[in-house]
């Protein structure tokens, strides 16, 4: 711990020494706002940030603070790369309404249209989904993400296995937010524009907004030397991880910007669909996208940052929801160790892009609220420490839950079979394969690329993961269970409830012939 804060100490110095030295040198336009982000930065452990405020047509700030990298002086300005993560999810419902506007397609075309081998769990809804569902969260399923987070499977394979994905609820019932829904959406507009969706949207969003150092590629970083590294908290302390790739679900939550190139964005959509005089969505599309087409119950997360919320609805690539009496249009973004917000208040003609590049942190959100106080006149407020305060009890309540797991383990149990009985390959049609080896008197179990790591014994024939030191924080878990005979059947993990994986039987050794499955068990 000693070692932790001196880290962070001279984190600290040099935060205030860089801040000064910036390329472009701004000065915040509210009072006492560049000591303000300073000091969260400090109380949330955040290495660095960078915000744009834009105001009509204006870039009013774009400011970096705090470092690329802890432990290295190098600081962040606001050319600096960052993953937007799902903030991202609005620019394929661009494209789209970009098609549509062009009456290349029309939002409530079914998706099968388009994508004729597309399969749901569900044949009805199959043939009941449209563009429109693709893009507001209401496909009926929810979650299925470990199908594409760390897994080898491309764009293609993704959308294939998404018909193995259950059904939550019915179709259009209620808010599940759905990021294979997108990736759906982003091979719509490859099938219709003839282009994919990383070459459509350099084209046509990227260059003509002149965003230049936009990517959608972590592959794409390699160009530029001004790229902030990832962060996340593991095991009590602040830790660079590695990049994630999300070339496989890319329209859902790829793109790496900075906020200058991010602030364009806001320029566009502040504008109509017009930027610097030029058209490039209709205002009927702009405020289609920024049309409330999904409820979300009042216990959303918004809720939490703002109790005064009243209502939190999508629209199509949009989060809306209403602060002090206007209407925001806002999307946050996630992905491993870093954290984005890009809001607007349309009426207001303002807008804002947060970008950090530490994980799960709501310092972002807390800064939004800062930023419309300061610009709507309100009362000052410190948004940060009162959702400082709610992030610290929901951490104490995870810890109240592992706690309580730990208090139902039952002590002193063994498992059922010697240890390399549960060795083997077992597989579902949603995830794919599931490896686990016997090495060393030791489990270890693998799926994809992401989660390899030893299974320690829990109780009876339940063990824990124990994945290498990364920015998924989750308790892992795998449960065996036996067929009749007595033999390993399936491994279920917690992480993907209600998705059992079947154990494939070893093929013939040689010289054994045709014995039975129960004959090899036992050979």
């Given at each position: ?10 984190t ?6 860089t ?16 000591d ?42 606001e ?6 993560g799902?903030?991202s999810?609005a620019f394929?419902?661009a ?8 009456g290349?397609?029309?939002w409530?075309?079914p ?10 769990y ?14 507001s ?24 296995r998404?018909r193995?994905l259950?059904p ?23 099938k219709?524009?003839?282009k ?15 965003m230049?150092?936009?990517n959608t590629s ?5 160009k ?8 996340a ?7 660079v991880?590695?990049?994630r790739s999300?070339?496989?679900?890319a ?13 364009q964005w ?13 058209r ?11 049309t ?7 216990e ?14 999508y ?7 209403d602060?002090?009496g ?35 942190s ?13 610009y709507?006149g ?30 139902e ?10 240890l ?24 270890n ?10 299974l ?35 491994v ?19 010289g054994?012939?045709?014995l039975?499955?129960?004959e090899?068990?036992?050979?």
């Amino acid at each position: 711990m000693k070692l932790q804060r001196n880290i962070w100490l001279v984190t600290l110095v040099l935060i205030t020494l860089t801040n000064g030295q910036l390329a472009r040198a701004q000065e915040a336009p509210i009072s006492g706002f560049d000591d303000y982000v300073n000091r969260t930065l400090r109380d949330w452990k955040v290495p660095g940030l960078a915000i744009a405020i834009i105001k009509g047509d204006q870039i009013e700030l774009a400011k970096g603070y705090g470092v690329r990298k802890l432990g290295d002086p190098t600081p962040v300005n606001e050319r600096t790369l960052f993953a937007i993560g799902s903030t991202s999810k609005a620019f394929p419902a661009a494209l789209i309404a970009m098609l549509v506007d062009e009456g290349k397609l029309k939002w409530d075309d079914p998706a099968t249209r388009y994508l004729p081998g597309f399969e749901m769990y569900d044949p009805y809804v199959t043939r009941e989904l449209t563009v429109r569902d693709l893009l507001s969260h209401r496909s009926g399923q929810e979650g299925g993400d470990f199908l594409w987070y760390g897994t080898e499977y491309d764009r293609d394979e993704v959308l294939r296995r998404a018909r193995h994905l259950k059904p939550t609820r019915s179709l259009r019932s209620r808010f599940g937010y759905q990021n294979v829904m997108y990736l759906a959406a982003g091979q719509i507009i490859a099938k219709v524009s003839g282009k994919s969706w990383d070459e459509f949207i350099r084209q046509r969003i990227f260059a003509p907004l002149d965003m230049t150092a936009s990517n959608t590629s972590i592959r794409d970083l390699t160009k530029s030397d001004n790229v902030a590294s990832p962060h996340a908290e593991i095991d009590d302390q602040v830790k660079v991880v590695p990049w994630r790739s999300l070339d496989n679900i890319a329209p859902a939550g790829s793109i790496n910007s900075n906020v200058v190139d991010v602030a364009q964005w806001v320029r566009l959509q502040l504008g109509q669909g017009t930027y610097q005089n030029r058209r490039l969505i209709s205002p009927g599309a702009i405020k289609e996208m920024q049309t409330s087409q999904t409820v979300m119950r009042a216990e959303s997360p918004f809720s939490l940052w703002y109790p005064e919320i009243h209502f939190v609805n999508y629209g199509l690539g949009w989060f809306l929801s209403d602060y002090r009496g206007r209407k925001v249009v806002e999307h946050v973004g996630a992905i491993d160790g870093m954290r984005a917000q890009v809001a607007l208040i349309p009426e207001e003609k303002l807008g804002l892009v947060i970008l950090a590049n530490r994980g799960g942190s709501t310092l972002p959100a807390a800064l939004t609220y800062k930023i419309f106080d300061a610009y709507l006149g309100a009362p000052p407020r410190d948004w940060s420490a009162e959702m400082l305060k709610t992030e610290k009890s929901l951490v104490e309540q995870n810890e109240a839950a592992e706690k309580k797991l730990e208090a139902e383990r039952v002590k002193n149990t063994k498992p059922t079979h010697t240890l390399e009985k549960y060795a083997g390959t077992y597989q579902n049609d949603l995830y794919g394969e599931v490896k686990v080896t016997h090495e060393n008197g030791k489990l270890n179990l693998r799926f994809g690329s992401a989660f390899t790591g030893e299974l320690e014994h829990w109780h009876y024939n339940t063990f824990r993961a124990l994945f290498s030191p990364n920015a998924f924080d989750a308790n892992a878990y795998a449960t065996f269970s036996l067929n009749p005979q007595g033999r390993m059947e399936n491994v279920t993990l917690n992480l993907m409830p209600g998705y059992p994986f079947k154990r494939v039987p070893e093929p013939a050794a040689a010289g054994v012939g045709s014995l039975s499955e129960e004959e090899l068990w036992n050979h």
